[in-house]
Nanobody, 122 residues
Framework: VQLQASGGGLVQAGGSLRLSCAAS????????MGWFRQAPGKEREFVAA????????YYADSVKGRFTISRDNAKNTVYLQMNSLKPEDTAVYYC????????????????WGQGTQVTVSS
C-alpha cells in the first residue's frame, strides 16, 4: 500500500483544514487507518484512527470534538477534518495503514505516507 497525504497549509487559529490520504492498491478497505503528527522537537503522536469499515473511530484527547476522521473506501481515501485549529496543532501530519483493528500506537502501522505540513498562526 502506498499512501499520499495532502491538504496541509497555513491557517489562522480557529480555522479549518481537511487533510486527505489517498491509497494505492485494491485492498484499501481491509486496512485500518490512522493519522499521526509530529511537531518540531517532539515525538510523533497519535491523532485519530478509523477501522476498515469506518464504523469505529478513536481520537486523542487533545483533538476530540474538533477533528473528525472518515474514509471513503470507494475512493481509497481517508480524511481528517480539522476544525477550531489551535497553534499547538502545528505539525507535520502523517497517515498510516495497518491490517487488523485500529491502534493508537505508531509502531503497529505498516505503511506510512510522506506527511503534510499544517501550520496554525495565532
Amino acid at each position: 500500500v502506498q499512501l499520499q497525504a495532502s491538504g496541509g497549509g497555513l491557517v489562522q487559529a480557529g480555522g479549518s483544514l481537511r487533510l486527505s490520504c489517498a491509497a494505492s492498491g485494491r485492498t484499501f478497505s481491509s486496512y485500518s487507518m490512522g493519522w499521526f503528527r509530529q511537531a518540531p522537537g517532539k515525538e510523533r503522536e497519535f491523532v485519530a484512527a478509523i477501522n476498515w469499515s469506518g464504523g469505529s473511530t478513536y481520537y486523542a484527547d487533545s483533538v476530540k470534538g474538533r477533528f473528525t476522521i472518515s474514509r471513503d473506501n470507494a475512493k481509497n481515501t481517508v480524511y481528517l477534518q480539522m476544525n477550531s485549529l489551535k497553534p499547538e496543532d502545528t505539525a507535520v501530519y502523517y497517515c498510516a495503514a495497518r491490517r487488523g483493528t485500529y491502534s493508537y500506537s505508531d509502531g503497529r502501522y505498516d505503511y506510512w505516507g510522506q506527511g503534510t505540513q499544517v501550520t496554525v498562526s495565532s
